[in-house]
Structure formats: structure tokens, C-alpha cells
């Protein structure tokens, strides 16, 4: 076990230094930059002068492997450079952003384990009944609307409601207050956009669900404990869920690491000053280094999440073993 842990752990070093060579290149094809953006505007009269001046402040008209070799030894230092749209240091706006996005994916994959396994396990037990079916179609409504749509019905929802009930509209506030400040209005924030998204994703765990389950009910070792008189919950919960659960653990942690950074538009509409959006100002003002720095965290996530999903396997199958 402690082999395999060091040699994943071994395993993420290729891993991240091929994703630091893609993402560093592949922002240098961009056309301009962002000296061009920030004295001309796109189109309009530069200085040429200054957009010389601006390009050695950055570093950017030094050869590409030394500005590449700054930023993978920047990189294992833990020290991201600055922004340089804002000129703040980049782990100073990753940090203004991440405790949101963190917490959002968080309740997002918990709203979507809730939904997810219990109706996904009903609709396996009650296969081609109207439970199934109910079901089914509640998974398919899911996949089918985009979460950011979802959420504006929701908001004029609260502001249709708020208005009937109460005669003053109400709707969540857009100024983010970490938990365990005031539990009550950080939660008054964000369970709203959690539970846009966590449907969306929770159809997907469901129909995963009801498949594995499906496939396991119909093995040997099953119909063996059915034969030997357990009781069908006991079947279920202890030997068939466990192992019907592994498909449905990748895909929730594919999931998480993806609710990160990915929640553009759903941020959009919730007026949350998230990763996301984070992502799309970096882009759109040419900042080399927070995209950079952007995309090299998403996929530390990414590598961190998969690896945690492997380890969870064994917890769940105990046939799996780890050499």
C-alpha cells in the first residue's frame, strides 16, 4: 500500500510538468499580448516605446526556455509570481477566490451524493416500475437543463415568492462571507447556486447508480446471499451498493475537481466572485501568468482527486489490492 501511495505520488511530477509545458506554450500562440492590451486597446495607436518598456517589466520579450524555467521553479516554490493585469501577487488573488469555489464545490457534491445514490439505488431495486420511471425522468430533466438556467428560475423564483408572501422581494446576497462568520448568510448565499448545480450533476451519479447497481444485482455472490435467506436490505447496503459504488465515485470526483474551476456561467448568474470567473479575466486580459497559475491548480485538483478516488477503491472493493 505504501509503495503504490509513493509511486503515484512519483507519477504526478510527469504529470504536472507535461500540463506546465502545454499550458505555457499554448498561451504563447495566443496573438498579442498584454502590453498590446494595456497602452493600445486592441486596434488602437501603441506607443511603441512604452510597449517595449512594458514587455521587459514582465519579462516577456526574454527568451521563451528562461521565461519557461522561471515559471516551473516558481512553480515548485509555491511562488506564483504577480498578476499582471492587477500586480498583485497571484496567490493573494487565489486566495480572495478559492475558499468560495471550495465550499461551492463542496455543497455542490453533497446535494449530488444525497440526490444521487438513494434514488439511483430505489430506481435499480424497482427496475420498469413507475418508481423507475419517475426517477428516470427526473435524471433526464436533470442532464437535459443547463444549471445556469436553472438557477435564474430559481432567483426570480425567490424574488416572484418573496414578493407574494412577504411583499418585499428578497434574493441572495452577492457579498461573500466565509462560514464560519455568519453561517446564516454564507449559507443564504451559496445553497442556492449548490442546489442549481448539484441537480445538474446529481442526474449524471443517478443514472450511474441505477446502471452499476443493476449489473452487481445480477452476480453470482448476490444471488448466493439471496439463496442463503439475508434479508434483501442486508444484501443491498453490505454487498452489492459497496461495489456498485465504484463507477459512481469517479464520476463525482471528475465531477468536484471540474466544480472548482469550471463554474463560469453559474457564477455569472449568482454574482459569485469565484475561480470561474477568475479563469475568463485572466484570459480576457492576457495575464500569462494568473492563467498560468489558474490552470496549473486545476489540474494539481484534478491529479489530487483521482488519486484520492483510487485509494477510496480499495475501501469499497476489498478485492482490489494495491502492489
Known amino acids: 500500500m505504501y509503495q503504490y501511495i509513493i509511486k503515484r505520488l512519483l507519477l504526478m511530477v510527469p504529470a504536472l510538468f507535461g500540463a506546465a509545458v502545454l499550458v505555457f506554450f499554448l498561451m504563447r500562440l495566443i496573438p498579442g499580448d498584454i502590453c498590446d492590451l494595456r497602452i493600445g486597446g486592441e486596434g488602437g495607436y ?10 521587459t517589466e514582465f519579462g516577456i520579450d526574454d527568451p521563451m526556455y528562461v521565461q519557461f524555467l522561471e515559471f516551473v521553479w516558481g512553480f515548485i516554490r509555491f511562488d506564483l509570481g504577480t498578476s499582471m493585469w492587477t500586480g498583485q501577487p497571484i496567490l493573494y488573488e487565489l486566495g480572495l477566490r478559492f475558499e468560495l469555489s471550495l465550499q461551492l464545490a463542496i455543497m455542490t457534491t453533497v446535494i449530488s451524493i444525497l440526490i444521487a ?11 420498469d416500475t413507475w418508481i ?5 425522468s427526473f435524471s433526464i430533466a436533470g442532464i437535459a437543463v443547463p444549471s445556469f438556467w436553472l438557477g435564474i428560475m430559481i ?15 428578497w434574493m441572495p446576497p452577492i457579498k461573500y462571507v466565509p462560514l464560519w462568520e455568519d453561517p446564516g448568510y454564507n449559507l443564504s448565499m451559496l445553497i442556492w447556486p449548490a442546489m ?20 452487481v444485482l445480477r452476480e453470482d455472490y448476490v444471488r448466493t446471499a439471496r439463496a442463503k435467506g439475508l434479508l434483501e436490505k442486508v444484501i443491498i447496503n453490505r454487498h452489492a451498493l459497496k461495489n456498485a459504488l465504484l463507477p459512481v465515485v469517479t464520476v463525482i470526483g471528475i465531477e468536484f475537481a471540474f466544480l472548482m474551476g469550471g463554474l463560469v456561467v453559474t457564477e455569472q448568474v449568482f454574482n459569485l466572485n469565484g475561480l470561474g470567473k477568475l479563469f475568463v479575466e485572466s484570459v480576457i486580459n492576457k495575464d500569462y501568468t494568473l492563467t498560468q497559475a489558474l490552470v496549473m491548480l486545476v489540474v494539481t485538483i484534478f ?17 482490489i489490492r494495491y502492489a
Not at 442549481?196 to 450511474?208: D, K, L, P
Not at 491529479?303 to 478485492?319: E, M, Q
Request: glycine fraction near 6%.
Open 117 to 127: 445514490i438513494p434514488l439511483g439505488t430505489i430506481s435499480a431495486i424497482k427496475q
Open 155 to 169: 432567483i426570480l423564483g425567490l424574488l416572484i415568492y418573496t414578493q407574494a408572501w412577504f411583499g418585499t422581494p
Open 303 to 319: 491529479i489530487f482527486v483521482n488519486f484520492a478516488v483510487d485509494l477510496l477503491y480499495g475501501w469499497l472493493d476489498p478485492r
Open 196 to 215: 442549481a448545480t448539484g441537480y445538474r450533476y446529481s442526474a449524471v451519479a443517478t443514472r450511474m447508480t441505477r446502471s452499476a447497481l443493476l449489473e
Open 132 to 136: 423507475d420511471y419517475v426517477v428516470r
Open 46 to 55: 501603441r506607443d511603441l516605446e512604452m510597449v517595449a518598456a512594458c514587455r
